[in-house]
């Protein structure tokens, strides 16, 4: 539920709950946002020639702030490549109340319509959202700051602490938040408030900044800048772990494998300057799993907000997100949403007004041509996509080069780097950074029994005219999804086998049996139609997993061998958030999830 405003007379937002304005009564809040906290930390001038630059906000509100300093760095042709704005808010408004705020500020307002679509979804825990190109990227933490500013993985280039009145909202401005928000600090970081109430000031000197006032923006006669110069060692910086090395310079790099890991990580890479050369063993990308005929990306849900559940909702939003920047809807994928089946009697579980996923109502069981009561989830941040068409555009970056044919048997650390060997012991390529992303074939390079094949076998066919086929795809037991554009029309895909320690990639008849059988336990009609056609074709592939059946995403062996794989059967709806994770680490980035998920996918969980 969005957080309720009241609109004042003279068209200022204010809030029940705090009993106070949302901004400053002059300039509509932009001359605060400018000269509070702009000015105050330096900027623009601070961030110039910086790879990416980051803030720190205590209170996103109703985003002014953000919304200054994302103008300001897209008038700066000195700006920052990438530009991350980290922002805690335990009471987000409505897209609507965001919106409306920046009516007195029409130059704002396309940067607020861009916002608006992205601003949903916001339950607690973080949410990155993607703005301008990917080139400027807001993490929402939603919930109460202090524990919120413990689970951030980040390290801000400065600080704008905001909110109500230290007398109003005194949590936001306790010694135990600003302890939170020096431990996301370096040394230098400077920090810009409006209040200048005594309690702040020596809270922010106990937590090592050294604190000056300065000219406020009327009516206030002052305000607060800051820099943090503790004068004891500060701990570990939240957003690296102790061996990750130093933050990486952009230059030559080398992805091993050309499916879905391999093809995000290196347009991650080729978009932070590196030069990306990506080997498979196959003459073209996409040649293994990722050559799946059509593929389904949907969040998990369950009872509660289990590690898996909230990986899958932020790869979910992060997979649309990319789905829309660089494919063509109707032919390369669709936002369909999927219907999940609950066959094992388990009932739905969401909460209300749940964006992401929601008991499917009758309307969307008769679309499915299910019976009304049948119990189902309803995930709308969903959809189908054609993978190999996604590897394609990813790998179409003038940073990135394909070379096929490269069977690597094993990797070799030099002094230079990493060696990349042949069966024969001819080095076919090396670099100071290697990623390993070869899907079954990282378990022999890395020495990892751990990593597990798993084998995949779909049914498809074409979809006649007569075929009772739901509206959207369904899952739940197997999946199936109908309607995708083929070169001879309309196409169904259903599946899928699901055998261990099987790396064989032939058609075979029992598994085309057991594909229909669950089918008939998914989709009863439509089951029995497809068996009464001609038989339908196969496609199959293996698949990494590892043993908690979590990504590999991250360092193996600093410096310079990095792992993504082990996405098993949820490579659409990981894969692109994982790559953005890596990448991130590896330039001391924030990063896209909480520290704890991040060390999840940590790939030396499964190191001795």
Known sequence: MAEPIEWLADGAPYSPRFGDRYRSETGGGLDQARGVFLQGCGLPAAWAARPHWTILETGFGLGL??????????ADPARPARLHFVSVEAHPVSAADLLRSVTVHPALQPLAEELAAQYWGLRPGLHRLRLDQGRVLLTLAIGEAQPLLRELACQADAVFLDGFSPARNPEIWSLDTLKAVA?????????????????????????????????????KRDRLEAVYAPAWTPRLRPSRWQDDGPAATPGRCVVLGAGLAGATVARQLAERGWQVQVLDAADAPAGGASGLPVGLFSPHDAAQDTLPTALSRAGARCTAALLQALLEPGRD???????????RGARPVTEPDDPFSAVADAARLQAAGLPPGTPAQWHAVAGWVRPARLVQALLQHPAIRFRGGCRVARVQATPQGWSLRDAQDHELDEASLLVLASGIGSAALLEQDGLKHVRGQVSWGPCPPTLPVPATPVNGHGHFVAGVPGADGPIWLGGSSFQRDDTGTDLRDADQRFNLERLHLLLPDTARAIAAGPPPSAWAGVRC???????????????????????????????????????????DEPLPVPARLAAALDPRRLRP
Not at 65 to 74: E, I
Not at 195 to 204: K, Y
Not at 549 to 566: D, I
């Open 65 to 74: 702030n953000f919304l200054a300093t994302w103008a300001a760095w897209r």
């Open 183 to 219: 431990r996301c600090c370096r040394p230098g970081t400077r920090l810009a408030t409006w209040t200048v109430a005594r309690t702040v000031r020596d809270s922010l000197a106990q937590c090592g900044f050294d604190v000056r006032a300065a000219p406020g923006i009327p009516p």
């Open 333 to 343: 994928y669709a936002l369909t949403g999927v219907l999940e089946r609950r066959l």
């Open 545 to 587: 997993a590892s043993p908690d059946r979590l990504p590999l995403a991250g360092p193996w062996k600093p410096p310079g061998l990095w792992v993504l794989t082990a996405l098993g059967a949820r490579g659409l709806t990981l894969a692109p958030l994982a790559a953005e994770l890596l990448a991130a680490r590896l330039h």
